[in-house]
């Protein structure tokens, strides 16, 4: 490991009394103690963490954990891109010169992940890239590089038996929450960020998994909205005037969106407590099923007032935990395979999901 940290030297004494040289020796001598002391030995390896939105609530949460985990056993310095790749290259670039031992990196463009490899292969510092998946084939350009994240299909799949099992679980036979009896369920999907793996197979594992069981799903429309609950807020008033009372069931690939989509919703009536019994939930009228991902803490307290139906936890302290442990394993020379979460294929941490719901 390389150190960047440079013990002071005395300067001049020039023409001093000898009491004065003697009190300035002194002083030195114990700053010099002091400073040794204090780690000019045993520094803290220097990490920078560069993510992609500091305002994206899923990623907030997960860089606070990161940063917890890290206290006391890796310096950590965080960079947020604003949801900029200019800027994160920069960012990355402006680190590197500083020469820190290791990056953990969000990308903000996956495919931005080929020039981070190559930069960071030449300095010789390792990557650990995390929540945005990058290209199998950029991870191999260099053994020192890895992926901690969660399998996108085992979301889609979680997802979808709640739902099943909320309408009542047998295809041929929907319960009441297909209100209008027909046997399909009139769906809206909130999409997130195009091209983002999370996204993509989010959006096209839960429609298999539906196929699979083969439960008929009506899809009224697939609504990129970014994982940004204001944009999903925006997009559902023109949702909710096209297909109004057609509507049976929200799926988001995200809370953020599930909880905007449940916003404007309650601005137009739905999820409001009709039956006078102080609470909300099902058994009041325009009460419909949204499901979201990630278990954002407020996505469990509208699951706790009856608003959102169900989540699937986006399980970022595991996570945060398994970024930090591997950090400290690569730097002290630890076999990372004697973690609590050992990388698969010499690269990939995986973290399950779970399934969250009342029940
Ligand atoms: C997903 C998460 C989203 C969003 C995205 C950012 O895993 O579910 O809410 O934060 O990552 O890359």
């Known amino acids: 490991m390389r150190s960047r940290y440079q013990c002071p030297r005395s300067g001049k004494t020039g023409q001093l009394p000898i009491k004065w040289i003697t009190a300035a020796a002194i002083g030195v001598l114990v700053l010099v103690l002091v400073v040794a002391a204090a780690g000019c030995t045993s520094e803290a390896p220097e990490v920078a963490l560069f993510y992609y939105n500091g305002e994206d609530p899923y990623i907030h949460t997960f860089v606070e954990q990161i940063k917890e985990r890290a206290a006391g056993r890796l310096a950590l310095t965080g960079y947020d891109a604003r949801n900029s790749q200019t800027l994160q290259n920069e960012q990355i670039d402006g680190a590197l010169a500083d020469a820190p031992d290791l990056l953990i990196v969000n990308p903000v463009d996956r495919l931005g992940a080929y020039t981070i490899v ?37 979301s889609a799949r979680f997802q979808a038996r709640l739902i099943i099992d909320l309408f009542g679980g047998d295809p041929a036979k929907l319960n009441a929450y297909d209100t209008d009896g027909d046997g399909a369920i009139q769906t809206i999907i909130l999409k997130g960020e195009q091209g983002h793996q999370d996204a993509e197979i989010r959006t096209a594992e839960v429609l298999r998994a539906f196929e699979t069981a083969q439960f008929e799903l009506d899809i009224l429309a ?47 009536g739905y ?39 169900g989540t699937v936890k986006n399980d970022s302290l595991r996570m945060a935990e398994a970024i930090v442990d591997l950090a400290e394993a690569l730097l002290t020379g630890t076999d990372p395979a004697e973690l609590t979460f050992p990388p698969e294929d010499g690269t990939y941490i995986w973290i399950d999901y779970q399934p969250f719901t009342l029940e």
Do not use: H
């Open 271 to 309: 999820f409001a407590d009709t039956n006078g019994d102080g609470a909300i939930d099902a058994a009041d009228e325009r009460w419909i099923p949204v499901v979201g991902i990630d278990g954002l803490d407020e996505a469990v307290r509208q699951i706790e007032d009856g608003y959102l139906y």
């Open 118 to 154: 190559n930069r960071a292969r030449k300095e010789g510092v390792p990557v650990i890239f995390f929540n945005r998946e990058p290209l199998s084939e950029d991870l191999e350009l260099w053994s020192q590089t890895y992926y901690v994240g969660a399998r996108a299909e085992q």
């Open 222 to 268: 697939i609504e990129v909205s970014n994982w940004d609950r204001s944009e999903a807020y925006n997009r559902m008033e023109e949702l909710l005037e096209a297909f109004g009372e057609q509507v049976e069931l929200i799926i988001s690939n995200n809370d953020a969106m599930a909880l905007g989509a449940i916003s404007r919703m309650r601005q137009e």
